[in-house]
């Protein structure tokens, strides 16, 4: 039984040990989506200054600090989603596919290793760009708990790679439209969730699917943790919230998974085409 | 709870032991879009392998021989778990393919035409990884990697290189080094030599030939090189439209179609000689366009 338990483990630190091998080797298109992200978040992050600019009245160093949290948390969303959707699209384009999937390693151990992955390098890069966006501003968040707000990212990154297995799942029943579908339905979950907006500004409709998406309460606690330095203890109910919706979603995006895998297999489409 | 091994062989059975492979009556039919303007369905269903059975001995080594499109890479798929079949059985070391899939994952490793991987990491980086999925730790593949990559000849001082700065024929060299570091017992090699130059096919066979001589592993070779068929296997199969026609000693088979080559034998078994149409005879069928195909073989009959 340990054996068979430390065989998996190595098998999830060899798909980290994969995409680390990767990351080096693409350093350089790392860093230009780097760059091209924190472009983006700026151009997000200095609504706040363009309003007060256009005469409107709000407090722009809470409008900042709240866009930027927003725009943090979503590229760290597109991070994870990217990563898990990604990874069975880009290994059929390899080819290395086939190979991956004729292992012994268990799917689940697969999949744990494919989220362990997208959360460091996710973790790392969403700390990065807080840290280089924030240089832009002369913000004050003297109240910030950060180690809060990354237990409460950690915690919700396990609904959101239950949730990105189930869009990983895509790439394989389509091979051809099912990463562009991942990014759609990425896109839906991240428009409810209230990442530059108060959720209750959305439809009824639209606040129902809010209620039910991790990025909701993700957002709500990060951004009481960072500006009004929340603990823990009061951020219970959202993280009670978060531990439950990853409990559901994780095995149903293993399930999902699995039923993709076999119907990949069916109808031979692991095989790498073009 | 384990499988109970599955033994049809009456000679195995009652020596004690089980057949490296065991396949009875298997199916594989995949659908596929017909040409604009065909009459009939859009869809047809083609059968890429039609009720194949075979066995193979633990230790042999089996040739299948046929033209693109035959069903050789199906079976390859089949035995290594990438595709479920629609019917009959396949049985590994006495695992059923289809319901103990992992367990069969463990004795099986396949090197196929084109020597998949990662491009931008290097021949030890894709052996790395590769080998944790088998459960292989870094203590055991820092001196291993290393060894295999220089039995199979892959020079040391390019071992740190992107694989995409890799000739084919160098690429097919760490393929079958990531076939081997996992130790299989039985090799799935789906035409390891197609499109190589002359020295690396050359290479690669003399290390099929190898491992034949030093492992105790069986090998199931596809291929459409005769001569390395007749050279390389106990036993030769001839596959066509996915039924296998016959499957023996290279001599005898020649013997059955009164042919003095492999050749020879071919048109007489199939009807169809090498220098015919070499294109995938199904896909000529139904044109160009067809849904996800797995039996895509690339390379000419040769």
Known sequence: MMTGMRAELIGVAGVVERNLYLTRRYIWWELAFFVWTVANTLTIVFIAKGIEASGGTIDVNRVTSSLLIGAVIWAYLG?????????????????????TFMAPLRRAAHLTGMAAWAVLYGLVRAVLLFAVV????????????????????????????????????????????????????????????????????????????????????????????????????????????????????????????????????????????? | MPEPLHVLDPLASRSGTTLAVDVAGLRKVFRRKAPRGAPGP?????????????????????????????????????????????????????????????????????????????????????????????????????????????????????????????SRGMQQKVALARALLTAPVLLLLDEPTTGLDPRSKLEV????????????????????????????????GIIDRGRLLRLEPADPLKAHYRAHTLEQAFFAATGRTFADDTEDELETELGAGVDSDPDDERGLFA
């Open chain 2, 42 to 166: 859009r869809r047809r269903l083609v059968a890429a392998l039609d009720g194949v059975s075979f066995t193979m001995a633990r230790g042999e080594t089996v040739a299948i021989l046929g033209q693109n499109g035959s069903g050789k890479s199906t079976l390859v798929r089949l035995l290594s778990t990438l595709l479920l079949p629609d019917g009959g059985s396949a049985y590994v070391f006495g695992h059923d393919v289809n319901r103990s899939p992992r367990a069969v994952r463990r004795l099986v490793n396949r090197v196929s035409v084109e020597a998949s991987f990662f491009k931008k990491m290097s021949a030890v980086e894709n052996l790395s990884y590769a080998a944790r999925f088998y459960g292989m730790p870094p203590a055991a593949t820092r001196g291993e990697i290393p060894r295999i990559l220089g039995r199979v000849g892959f020079p040391a001082n390019r071992r740190s290189e992107p694989m995409e700065n890799l």
């Open chain 2, 205 to 236: 066979q003399e290390f099929i030939k190898e491992i034949r001589r030093e492992h105790d592993a069986t090998i199931l070779l596809c291929t459409h090189d005769l001569a390395e068929a007749e050279a390389l296997a106990d036993r030769v």
């Open chain 1, 79 to 99: 991070i994870i989603f990217e990563f898990l959707t990604e990874t069975v699209a880009w290994e059929r384009w390899e080819g290395t596919i086939e190979y």
């Open chain 1, 134 to 274: 924030a240089l832009f501003f002369d913000l004050s968040m003297p109240r910030a708990d950060y180690l809060t707000a990354i237990v409460v990212l950690l915690v919700a990154s396990v609904s959101f790679a239950g949730i990105g297995m189930m869009t990983a799942v895509l790439p394989l029943i389509s091979p051809e439209k099912g990463a562009q579908l991942g990014f759609v339905a990425q896109g839906l979950l991240l428009v409810v969730s209230g990442v530059y907006y108060p959720v209750d500004v959305l439809p009824t409709w639209m606040q129902w699917i809010a209620a039910a998406s991790p990025a909701t309460y993700a957002l709500t606690g990060i951004r009481d943790a960072i500006l009004d330095g929340v603990g823990l203890s009061s951020l219970a109910p959202e993280l009670l919230v978060l531990l439950l919706i990853g409990a559901v979603s994780a095995p149903i995006g293993m399930l999902m998974f699995a039923a993709g895998e076999r119907y990949a297999k069916r109808h031979g489409k692991l095989k790498r085409s073009g």
